[in-house]
């Protein structure tokens, strides 16, 4: 009976199943950079610029009619910004269907160029090094080990 006892406890390691000891690298690329190598990314670029002043300034605009809607709290002051913050919401919105638009053709060969580098130098994940960085998503990465974007624009080119 003593021998089972000793027995038991390898018997159980060797059904440890052999998915969970492999390794998995994780790899980040930074997005923006590698659209910027695109040759077919100009109007895109473009496009993001002229919406982001235009976003920016409508921005500042709301600031100041809400600093003079608080200060005066007229009925008059207090429709003019709710009539310029629904202007901005619609803009916002109507620019970011724009923008989705003209990023669809570019994201198909972004991806695969990320899918691409990943392969060949066998990554099993790869994060977006911004909405990482920005949704704390990943803490800390060691930049000269798990930074793609040098292969993915190898990619795109």
Known sequence: MNKIWLILPLALLSTV????QAKSRLG???????????PE????????AKVAADLNTRQKALQD???KAAATRSAADRQ????????YASARDSYA???DAAFK??????????????????YTIVFD??????????????????NLTPAVIKNLK
Not at 28 to 37: F, L, P, R
């Open 80 to 87: 003019a910004l709710a009539k310029a913050q629904q202007a």
């Open 65 to 67: 009619l809400s600093a």
């Open 41 to 48: 990314s100009k109007a895109y670029l473009e496009l993001n």
């Open 129 to 146: 090094e911004q909405v990482a960085a920005q949704t704390s998503l990943v803490v800390y990465a060691n930049e000269s080990a798990t």
């Open 105 to 122: 053709p570019l994201a198909s060969k972004l991806n695969a160029a990320v899918t691409k580098a990943a392969k060949t130098n066998g």
């Open 28 to 38: 980040i690329v930074n997005v923006q950079q590698a659209v910027k190598a695109l």
């Open 17 to 20: 199943p052999h998915a969970q």
């Open 97 to 99: 269907t724009r923008i």
